[in-house]
């Protein structure tokens, strides 16, 4: 009896060994298999070390970043990465609290601007002055991830924000591009007329919408008037330029220029865009990955597809070549990184002129990066509109202190919905200007 009882107590002490009960056995199972956006701070299995990536592409581009990673482990074969793709619509949460959590992926998409800012004033981003050739950028680019003359990201892509149409609706109907505001609302008028709606719109998550609202503050106001407000010199946030850009938007949603229920549709699922993939809707507002979006879900449609600058305002300060844009992707990484040699090797290979060549060729968008050439029509027609630009406005959101820019979407949101009027909207967004930015 007492042999037996020694026996089963060594089985069960195998047992437990052989299924990790170690010290280092766990950790190496942890490293093996983390959970999606675990910060990988531990040994992959084999000894290698593992980082982690964030980002939000889709489509094509989701595949070229995803390729270059994978070369990136071939020509690094003692690191492994786990590319964790997150919703655009969910990622500025997820990524926040991940940071709050002190748990954040070792390399992390942002856009630059007041966003990334937050975290670098937390103390949660790596700085990069010196650690990165800063000349290989365009200084517009570079410029955004730059705070106090310090580097804290590098960026790969350029983000323009132009009407995109069915030029064969367009075609069909004797309809050019509009280029005032007038001119819109005579070929919105006209498509309502042959039963087609005139802009596709998908507004549950407020940032389509609020393109209007940059664009007709630029279009009437000028270049200046979102400085002035923004860093409290001049102009505020109820400056008559955003009482009007929101009258101007409520015009068109009572001219019925949208599509019905638009505050409620998901613009991430392809909900506006496919109104024009069946020829339902005619044009819509946005950024220029809808490019490698079309090209990812209806390739079909991308010979129909046709691009124009936002219309001007009469009487306004603005030009018709003022673009409104962002960068993104701006590649940043963790300060908690535990690799932060091989994080930033990283991060210099997916912001290189090879991996930008390829996404300015395949994915029809604008680099960030210097010296690529552009031999489509869709990105010479971008790198075009880029170059004859007087200025670049950054989005809203991308900008402001995330409370700020957060109200900036809901007050625009509630513009496109009649349930705020564009002075009290603007009142919103000054006394929350006060507090937040001070004056």
Not at 6 to 12: M, R
Not at 123 to 150: C, F, R, S
Not at 411 to 417: H, V
Not at 423 to 429: P, T, V
Request: glycine share 10%.
């Amino acid at each position: 009896m007492k042999k037996w009882m020694i026996l089963v107590c060594a089985f069960l002490l195998a047992a437990l060994t052989a299924c990790g009960g170690g010290a280092n056995s766990g950790k190496a199972d942890n490293a093996s298999s983390p959970q999606p956006g675990e910060s990988a701070s531990a040994k992959a299995e084999g000894g290698k070390k593992k980082l982690s990536i964030w980002h939000i592409e889709t489509g094509v581009r989701q595949e070229l970043l995803e390729a270059s990673i994978k070369e990136f482990m071939k020509a690094h074969t003692d690191i492994e990465v786990e590319a964790v793709q997150i919703p655009n619509d969910a990622y500025k949460t997820k990524l926040s609290v991940s940071m709050g959590g002190n748990n954040p992926p070792d390399l992390f998409h942002s856009w630059g601007g007041g966003w990334l800012k937050q975290f670098i004033n937390a103390g949660q981003v790596m700085e990069l002055t010196g650690k990165i050739d800063t000349g290989l950028y365009l200084p517009a680019a570079i410029g955004n991830a730059t705070y106090d003359g310090k580097v804290y990201g590098a960026p790969l892509l350029m983000s323009l924000t132009q009407f995109f149409y069915n030029k064969e609706i367009f075609e069909k109907y004797g309809i050019e591009p509009p280029k005032t505001f007038d001119e819109l609302l005579a070929v919105v008028d006209k498509l309502k007329a042959e039963g087609i709606t005139p802009i596709a719109l998908a507004n549950k998550t407020k940032w389509p919408g609020a393109l209007y609202l940059i664009y007709f503050a630029n279009r009437i106001g000028g270049p200046d008037v979102f400085t002035e407000a923004y860093e409290r010199n001049g102009r505020g946030f109820n400056d008559e330029t955003f009482v009007k850009a929101g009258e101007l938007i409520q015009q068109l949603v009572d001219r019925g220029a949208f599509n019905k229920g638009f505050n409620g549709l998901q613009y991430d699922t392809g909900q506006s865009r496919q109104l024009l993939y069946t020829g339902k809707a005619a044009m819509e507002l946005q950024v220029s990955s809808y490019i490698s979006n079309v090209q990812a879900e209806m390739p079909g449609f991308e010979k129909k597809l046709g691009i124009f600058p936002f219309p001007t305002v009469e009487g306004g300060k603005g030009s018709a070549t003022d673009l409104v844009g962002g960068v993104s992707p701006v590649f940043s990484v963790s300060s908690g990184t535990k690799y932060p040699d091989e994080a930033v090797e990283l991060l210099k290979w997916l912001t290189s002129k090879k991996l930008a060549q390829q996404m300015v060729d395949k994915a029809g968008v604008v680099a960030a990066v210097k010296g690529v050439e552009y031999r489509d029509e869709y990105t010479q027609q971008l790198n075009e509109m880029l170059n004859q630009a007087q200025h670049l406005q950054t989005f809203y959101d991308q900008t402001l202190p995330p409370a700020l820019a957060e109200l900036h979407k809901d007050t625009t949101q509630a513009l496109f919905g009649k349930t705020m009027t564009p002075a009290d909207a603007a009142q919103h967004m000054e006394d929350a200007a006060k507090k937040a930015l001070g004056k």
